[in-house]
């Protein structure tokens, strides 16, 4: 769908593009290519897809994957999207009661492809993560052009999930991917590059710029793939205890790591100071500089004492 369809949709509905819902629609064709090349689709996968709009990825990806769930929050896309699939409406009580949303999932005339009128932060995936189609095992991946006022939240919760699904492909601001595969040392590194690493290996796939949405948007995208780890990034006594760490030690970056510690009362700046340097880790060094295998044994040791 090219931007001037997108106009008409909206002219012909007397609205707008909803800016507290982040709708950003991709009008550029040629960037669904390089989302299903990235996802890696197969015959036995499942798609969620967050954020369907008005169905153009949904019906290039339903041609490759098993099965895909759309979910979509706003209820005149999803009214959309049912006239465009073929629809068949069925209000079903026990559904309703089931899944926590305006409208249950409702299943188009391809039978490979549900729609869910739902907001994904308040979604409980557990419902969706389950495979009902036959006896093949299914793999679920994740596709979705996420608002960019909720992107962090959205990844945290796709986190939470790290052992049911596969792999994810998201557009998301530039920035906030930029953050997420950088390395220790630059400003960009920091609690969520950590946070991620710990579950998932990130790739960025391609930057995009502004013209490539419609309403374009006033910073450039990326789309980033995240693909789960079997088994965490490092091996860890406490995770509790180790992301606290991570996220304090980032709350004051430019502060020493004995200091930051200190304040946030993991122990006193004198065994900090002697933990650190059986560690190897100079005392001084900031946060900015350490890798999350030196998170990982700074958090084993504190969890010791």
């Known amino acids: 769908m090219n931007e001037q369809q997108v106009r008409d949709f909206f002219i012909l509905n007397h609205t707008r593009p909803k800016k507290k819902l982040g709708q950003n629609f991709l009008v550029n064709p040629a960037i669904l290519k390089i989302i299903l090349e990235a996802g890696e689709l197969t015959s036995t996968d499942t798609v969620i897809e967050i954020g369907a709009g008005l169905g153009c990825l949904t019906e290039v990806v339903a041609r490759h994957a098993k099965r895909v769930i759309a979910v979509e929050v706003d209820e005149l896309l999803y009214k959309a999207l049912k ?7 069925r209000k079903d009580e026990a559904t309703l009661k089931k899944h926590p949303s305006k409208n249950p999932p409702q299943k188009s005339a ?23 189609t036959g006896t ?29 699904i596969h792999s994810c492909v998201l557009m998301m601001q530039k920035e906030v991917a930029e953050r997420i595969v950088a390395g220790p040392g630059g400003k960009d590194y920091g609690a969520l590059t950590i946070g991620i690493t710990y579950h998932a290996e990130a790739e960025l796939i391609a930057t995009l ?11 450039d995208s ?14 860890l006594e406490n995770e509790q205890l180790f992301f606290q760490l991570v996220r304090t030690a980032f709350r004051t970056r430019r502060k020493m790591l004995k200091n930051s510690l200190a304040r946030g009362r ?14 190897g880790i100079a005392p001084q060094r900031r946060a900015e500089t350490l890798d999350i295998a030196e998170f990982a044994a700074l958090a084993n040791a504190l969890s010791q004492l």
């Open 266 to 279: 993991f122990a006193s700046a004198e065994v900090l100071g002697t933990v650190l340097e059986e560690l």
């Open 83 to 89: 006239a465009r699939f073929g629809v068949a409406w």
């Open 136 to 164: 093949v095992p299914t793999t679920f991946k994740v596709l979705a052009n996420l608002p960019y006022n909720i992107t962090t939240p959205i990844l945290w919760k796709l986190l939470e999930h790290h052992k049911q």
């Open 222 to 235: 990326a789309l980033l793939k995240l693909t789960m780890r079997e088994k965490p990034k490092v091996a």
């Open 110 to 132: 391809n039978p490979s492809v549900q729609f869910l009128n739902a907001d994904i932060l308040k979604l409980e995936l557990n419902t969706l993560l389950v495979d009902g």
């Open 209 to 219: 710029s502004p013209e490539n949405f419609y309403p374009a948007p006033k910073v």
